[in-house]
């Protein structure tokens, strides 16, 4: 059975929510913040930048508003960050800044991947070699931009379900002992 570019994009965003859901299920927003040095990213930075990453890529290659913004995301998680950043560049401070609670955490990503699928359904094989961004060389086509964002999706979950498995993992410390 032949499979289409599109339903192949839709299989690969579904991945990426399935991992975000397994990185983040039953998390407390102490634990989404815990970093394993004080340099370290946390499960809630890690899942908020892939998330705000895509919805920024996404909503530019799709013509549409951001998420983040239209729907006042923004505003419901008040971030101590520009309005807009997506988490690249950030420092070691700026990670700190992202204290997140699971529930607007994971509403966030399922707002940004209903957005996506909506887009990715829709396509062809013949809307992909669009050019969507010249600043490269060679330009970055439409097909090529949207892999990027699953690629970079998926290192930024792996790294979500490492800690994950760290901080699972990490000794009690009672404070009687």
Known sequence: MAVSSSELLVDAFGRVQDAVRAATEGLTEEQLAYRVDDDANS?????????????????DVA??????????????????????????????????????????????????????LEFVSGLTDDDLPRIVDTAWDPPVTL????????????????????????LERKPIRHSSL
């Open 43 to 59: 499960i809630g930075w890690l899942i908020w930048h892939l998330t705000r990453v895509q919805d920024d890529h996404v909503a």
């Open 63 to 116: 013509g549409t508003d951001q998420v983040w913004t239209a729907a006042g995301w923004d505003k419901k998680f008040g971030l101590e960050l520009d309005r807009l950043a997506t988490g690249y560049g950030h420092s070691s401070a700026d990670v700190a800044k992202v204290r997140v609670s699971a529930k607007n955490l994971r509403a966030y990503f399922d707002a940004v991947h209903e957005q996506t």
């Open 143 to 166: 097909g090529v931009r949207l892999v990027s964002v699953i690629e970079d999706c998926l290192q930024h979950v792996g790294q979500a379900a490492f800690i994950r498995g760290v």
